[in-house]
């Protein structure tokens, strides 16, 4: 105890010669074996339960950073999804001008200026439509396939003629997809069986 030490430092400090030191009167430490066992147990669960939070707080943080790490991903790849929206409105209306020029040239009467229109509408429909795909914007072509409320829309039913009943018989207006998202859906009639 600190009496014992103080006698003994003013012993030392004062000279006075001491004879070897009886072990019995060795000075008793403050904490018995028991206590420092227990002591020791506890200090051992307060090293494991700060490694097992240690290792937790770094799977969160590793979990935060992936997280992280895939919104920004997904931020560069789907940034410009609002922008194609209206892109595809200004395809559809090129697509439209197209198919009515195409209708207005007739075979037996050839009107070389419509002809020529249609052909530039045609290149740039083809060009916006690469551009499209350069992007990762794609239209779906959903004839003939089965129906998916993921990706269409239903406007209509059609009688199943040589056609299996759920599946996509016509489509009013063609559905988009911007890196496998559906940014638009494809309005599309649907084939159901006659009733009679």
Avoid: W
């Avoid at 051992?44 to 969160?60: C, F, I």
């Avoid at 239209?139 to 406007?155: A, L, T």
């Avoid at 559905?175 to 009639?189: C, D, E, N, P, S």
């Amino acid at each position: 105890s600190p009496c014992a030490f103080s006698t003994a430092a003013q012993q030392r400090s004062t000279g006075d010669e001491c004879g070897p030191e009886d072990p019995s009167e060795e000075p008793k430490h403050p904490l018995s074996d028991c206590a420092l066992e227990h002591k020791a147990i506890k200090l051992e669960e307060q090293v494991r339960d700060l490694t097992e939070r240690y290792r937790k707080a770094l799977a969160d943080s590793e979990n935060v950073r992936r997280r992280t790490q895939k919104f920004v991903e997904d931020a560069k790849l789907f940034g410009i999804q609002s922008f194609c929206r209206d892109l595809v409105e200004v395809a559809d209306i090129l697509e439209k001008t197209a198919e009515s020029a195409a209708g207005q040239a007739e075979p037996s009467d050839p009107n070389p200026a419509l002809q020529k229109i249609y052909e530039g509408l045609s290149l740039i429909e083809a060009k916006l439509q690469s551009v499209f795909a350069k992007h990762g914007l794609q239209k779906m072509n959903p004839v003939g396939g089965r129906y998916d409320p993921y990706d269409h829309e239903i406007i209509c039913h059609v009688p199943a003629e040589g056609v299996q009943p759920g599946t996509v018989a016509l489509v009013t207006q063609d559905g988009y997809k911007l890196h496998g998202r559906t940014i638009r859906h494809a309005l599309v009639g649907v084939a159901v069986e006659a009733q009679e």
